[in-house]
């Protein structure tokens, strides 16, 4: 596509139940960020792939939150036993480059925890 | 996580006025300064960048300054349009590490 494409792009789901978010990259984008935007805050930086590297995984918050980058394109955000505060819009962007400054979001996966 | 603001910031400005948009930054180490546009319900949009080693940059309408003394940027907005009322982010990075967004700031535009 286009652009980087992210889904569902609203979840509602139980406490304690487990998702899966995914983002599809812009085809040739080697990196691949996912933040994690509350409501009327800023961008929190969750997990960055870069190429084949090691990915940066700094700012998951906690053990419950993993990702995948598969073929170094489609990337999959899993946040088992979700809690309230979990709730927030999950973002994903790509850029070209190791040293590329232009990210690309995407419209983001607004979840909502009950 | 890293970073981010807790309270978002509000700039409100006539419609034709310029803006001016600030930002403190935190590592003096970064290779690149960044600005971003977030419409509401969009995930954000590259505006403009800027490299540590200048000080100025101009765009189509902006302007980013880059103090390094005292960690600063910000960002002008020249002649300002309802169509550019959003969360203004800016960022920083290392060239081979991650964009890390500091604190937003709202900016409205009255018409």
């Known amino acids: 596509g286009a652009g980087v494409s992210q889904s569902p792009s609203n979840k509602v789901t139980e406490k304690g139940k487990d998702v899966e978010l995914r983002c599809d990259p812009i085809?040739?984008?080697?990196?691949l960020y996912w933040y994690r935007q509350s409501l009327g805050q800023g961008l929190e930086f969750l997990i960055y792939?870069?190429?084949?590297?090691?990915?940066?995984k700094s700012g998951l918050p906690s053990d419950r939150f993993s990702a995948e980058r598969t073929g170094g394109s489609v990337s999959t955000l899993t946040i088992q036993r979700t809690q309230q505060e979990d709730s927030a819009v999950y973002l994903c962007?790509?850029?070209?480059?190791?040293?590329?400054?232009?990210?690309?979001f995407g419209q983001g996966t607004r979840l909502t925890v009950v | 996580g890293e970073s981010v603001g807790l309270h978002l910031p509000t700039l409100s400005v006539q419609e034709g006025d310029n803006s001016i948009i600030n930002c403190a930054y935190s590592n003096s180490a970064s290779d690149y300064f960044i600005w971003y546009k977030q419409e509401s319900g969009k995930g954000p949009q590259f505006i403009i960048d800027?490299?540590?080693?200048?000080d100025k940059r101009q765009g189509q309408r902006v302007t980013v300054l880059l103090n390094k003394t005292v960690k600063h940027l910000s960002l002008q907005i020249a002649a300002t349009q309802p169509g550019d009322s959003a969360v203004y982010f800016c960022?920083?990075?290392?060239?081979?590490?991650?964009?890390?967004f500091g604190p937003g700031t709202s900016l409205s535009v009255i018409p």
């Open positions: 792939f870069q190429g084949n590297s090691a990915p940066d």
């Open positions: 085809s040739g984008h080697t990196a």
């Open positions: 962007a790509s850029s070209l480059a190791r040293a590329g400054t232009e990210a690309f």
């Open positions: 800027i490299r540590s080693n200048m």
């Open positions: 960022a920083e990075k290392t060239s081979y590490d991650k964009v890390i």
